[in-house]
C-alpha cells in the first residue's frame, strides 16, 4: 500500500498518527525539523517500513526537497498529514509584526507550501487524502497567534477542496481542542483514529473538519 507523509512528526499525534497508518499497513514518510525527534518517532515504530527527513517548514526549497525524497522513495502518497505548529501563549501586543509572521509560517504557509507540492499529482491520480491537524475551535485572546493560524488552517482546507476535491482528493481538518496527553480526552492515539476514519470516507461521506 502507497503512504503517508507526516509533515510535524513529534512525539504526540505526529507520531501516533504514523503509527496508526503503519499499522494499516503504510509506509510513513516522517519529516521533522529536529534530527534527534524524526529519528525517534521513526525507531518507535520498529520494522516498518519508514523514512526520517529532517526539514524546517518556514524553509520551503528544504520542505519541498524534503517531501520529494519521500516520493521519490514511496511514491506520490494516498496521504498528507500537515502536523507542525508554533504553539506559544501571546495577546495581542505581545509580539512584534515579524514574529507573527513567524507564528504564520509554521501554521499556516508551511500547509500551503505541502499542499502546492503534492496536491497536484495526488488529484491526478485521482484520489488521495490531505488533512490539517487544526485547533482553538474559537478564538481564545491568550493564544491570539495560534487563534489566527487555526482559522487559517480551515481555510487552507476549504481551498483545497474547491481546487481539487472534484478531482478526488479529500481535504479535512482536525480540531483538537484540548492539551494532548494520554490517558486523557485528547488521547493521541484516539485522536490518530479519527486521521484514519477520515481517509476511509467514501466521497459521499467526506467531512471537511472534526472536532475532538
Known amino acids: ?25 503504510m509506509s510513513a514518510g516522517l519529516i521533522a525539523r529536529s534530527e534527534a525527534t524524526v529519528k525517534a518517532v521513526a525507531a518507535e515504530l520498529g520494522n516498518a517500513d519508514v523514512l526520517p527527513v529532517t526539514a524546517d517548514v518556514t524553509d520551503e526549497p528544504g520542505l519541498r526537497a524534503a517531501l520529494d525524497q519521500v516520493v521519490e522513495a514511496y511514491g506520490v502518497p494516498e496521504v498528507v498529514v500537515y502536523n507542525a505548529a508554533l504553539i506559544q501563549p501571546d495577546r495581542i501586543g505581545d509580539l512584534t509584526a515579524q514574529q507573527h509572521l513567524d507564528a504564520l509560517a509554521v501554521n499556516v504557509v508551511g500547509a500551503i507550501t505541502t499542499a502546492a507540492h503534492l496536491a497536484p499529482a495526488m488529484a491526478e491520480r485521482g484520489r488521495g487524502t490531505f488533512l490539517i491537524t487544526g485547533g482553538m475551535p474559537a478564538s481564545k485572546p491568550e493564544y491570539a497567534s495560534l487563534s489566527l493560524g487555526k482559522a487559517g488552517v480551515r481555510t487552507v482546507v476549504s481551498l483545497i477542496d474547491q481546487q481539487y ?17 494520554p490517558g486523557t480526552g485528547w488521547d493521541p492515539d484516539e485522536i490518530a483514529g479519527h486521521y484514519w476514519r477520515l481517509h ?13
Open 1 to 25: 500500500m502507497a503512504g503517508v507523509i507526516v509533515v510535524g512528526a513529534g512525539p504526540g499525534i505526529g507520531a501516533a498518527v504514523a503509527r496508526r497508518f503503519v499499522r494499516e499497513g
Open 165 to 181: 476535491g472534484a478531482a478526488g482528493l479529500h481535504a479535512a481538518s482536525i480540531t483538537v481542542s484540548g492539551g494532548v496527553a
Open 200 to 212: 476511509t470516507q467514501i466521497p459521499a461521506d467526506w467531512m471537511h473538519e472534526v472536532v475532538i
